[in-house]
């Protein structure tokens, strides 16, 4: 999928996944009569569900069409230099999520 617009279209999806997860979330809120136990890393909430989802499917949607971009406009035959950077993005995106996860699960 070497055209652009495909991946903003991917990307775009995925946003508003995200954003109908906060939708979601925010209209299950309004709708409770007391107090609601709420925790970010409570998957019983379809909001938090899927706006985690969205998130998830942003940074994988992003990162593909940067990688699909990066790789077609650097033809080299050194296969070690070609994928440098879209793997060093890779690594920083999976730590990112890694602690992000840490973070919340302490809260």
Request: charged share 10%; net charge neutral.
């Amino acid at each position: 999928m070497n055209q652009p617009w495909k991946w903003f279209l991917a990307v775009l999806f995925s946003v508003m996944a995200t954003l109908g997860g906060l939708f979601w979330d925010a209209l299950i809120h309004s709708l409770a009569h007391g107090h609601v136990e709420e925790s970010l890393l409570n998957f019983s909430n379809p909001g938090h569900m899927l706006f985690g989802l969205g998130l998830v499917l942003t940074a994988l949607t992003a990162w593909s069409g940067f990688a699909d971009s990066w790789l077609s406009e650097h033809p080299t035959s050194i296969l070690r230099r070609r994928t440098a950077i879209p793997v060093l993005l890779w690594v920083v995106i999976g730590l990112a999520g890694a602690v992000t996860l840490v973070a919340l699960s302490r809260t």
